[in-house]
Structures are given as C-alpha cells and as structure tokens.
C-alpha cells in the first residue's frame, strides 16, 4: 500500500504570494490532519477532514485554509505569505472517525521557505 | 499548561545500550491514548508504540516499550539495544475524548536521540 504522498517536497516563495499544498492520503483513509512544525513551536495543528468536511480547526489566522476533495486527497492554502510561515508542513491520514487509539500516519512534509 | 512534556530536549547513547526518553502528560479523562512516534532526518512521522489508558500491560513493540505509570502520568518510551538508525526526534503525543467531535491528537516538544558507534 503506497504510504501519504506530499506534493511538493520543498517550496521557496517571497512574502506576500500564495502557495498550496497537497497531500494524498493512504488508500481508504478518509481522515486527513495537517500540521505545522517550526523549531520554536514544535508541532502545531491546523485543521482536520473528514470526507470533505472540515471536522476541527487549530488556532491559525484564516490565510490557512485547506479542502477535502472526494477521493480523500487533501490540499491546503496559506495567502499573503510571511516570513513566520516558513516551516514543515506534514500532512497526516488515518483510516476513520478517529479514536483514542488511532494512530496517523504521516507524509514527509512540505519544507516551505519564505524569503 | 502543557498537555505533553518531554523534559529532555537531547540523549545521547551509546550503540547497543538502553535508553528511556521520558513523556508525562495531563488529562482529567479516563479514556486517552498515548503514543510515541520517530522522526527522521527525512522528516516522515513514523508511528512506534501505542498504549491505551485501560491497558494493565506496558505495551512493547520489538525493541520498543512504554513504560506506563498511570497514576504519575508518565508514558517513557525505552528503546533496547540501541542502532545507530535509531538517531532520530522522538516525539510523545496523546489523543484524548472527543472535543468538538474528533480526538486531535496533541505533542510534546520532541527528544532528539543521537546513537554513538
């Protein structure tokens, strides 16, 4: 089974573009998390879907934004660009309606760098 | 306050010795999960070990346990005879209830385990 593909695996952008992210997850996983990593922070978390919906979201400002489409696959958006943005991004999926006892599996991220 | 605590940035050890990374956490629920994952220098999350809060054994996964001290909160991941892959970030993470209708997972800061030859 292919594991959570990230699309692209390093991004360079200036302050003020747009970028999007992509993620597909595992075949028939139809949770999908994103999360933004940064050494001063660690991991934080920004939204989940679930079959298109989006069932949870972190504590970012609304230039994050992300969608499910229909086969599960996952993109988000980040507008207006600045520096503070630069991180790793990861995507992660996991099978269901999520549960204590499920676990992600994750892609191997977006390293997108601001300049 | 911190849900996840992971009080030792960096370990070092040594090739084929034993290490424990030390994970306490806080909840006030009763059912929780708690998990450990390894990151590479790649940058993939990989899951290593999963205990439940109702688990009565410490779960262990070939050379990977948790040591489960439920009534101190702590969830240590030890990691026997140590390979020089096993150098990596190592990060605790616990999935409580339900809060706002899905269980998001949260981290700790992470522990970076570096294995000498």
């Known amino acids: 089974k292919a594991g959570v593909t990230q699309t692209p695996r390093y991004l360079i952008k200036t302050r003020g573009q747009q970028v999007t992210l992509s993620c597909s997850p595992i075949?028939?996983?139809?949770?999908v998390s994103w999360y933004q990593q940064t050494p001063g922070q660690g991991l934080q978390f920004l939204f989940e879907y679930f079959s298109e919906t989006q069932r949870n979201k972190g504590n970012f400002p609304g230039r994050f934004s992300g969608r499910q489409f229909s086969n599960s696959r996952s993109e988000m958006n980040v507008s207006t660009l600045e520096l503070g943005d630069s991180a790793l991004y990861l995507c992660?999926?996991?099978?269901?309606?999520?549960?204590?006892?499920?676990?992600?599996?994750f892609g191997s991220g977006t390293q997108l760098s601001v300049l | 306050a911190q849900k996840i605590t992971q009080t030792q940035p960096g370990m070092f050890v040594q090739e084929k010795e034993a290490v424990t990374l030390d994970c306490t956490y806080d909840?006030?629920?009763?059912?929780?999960?708690l998990f450990w994952y390894k990151q590479p220098s790649s940058g993939e999350m990989i899951f290593l070990i999963y205990q439940g809060s109702y688990d009565e054994q410490n779960a262990t996964e070939g050379r990977y346990s948790l040591n489960f001290q439920k009534a101190r909160k702590s969830a240590n991941l030890v990691i026997s005879a140590s390979q020089l892959g096993d150098s990596a970030m190592y990060f605790c993470?616990?999935?409580?209830?339900?809060?706002?209708?899905?269980?998001?997972?949260?981290f700790g800061r992470g522990t970076s385990l570096i294995v000498h030859p």
């Open positions: 992660a999926s996991s099978p269901g309606l999520g549960a204590t006892n499920e676990k992600l599996f």
């Open positions: 075949s028939g996983h139809r949770s």
């Open positions: 909840t006030s629920d009763q059912s929780y999960g």
């Open positions: 993470a616990m999935r409580e209830g339900p809060k706002g209708g899905s269980y998001i997972p949260t």
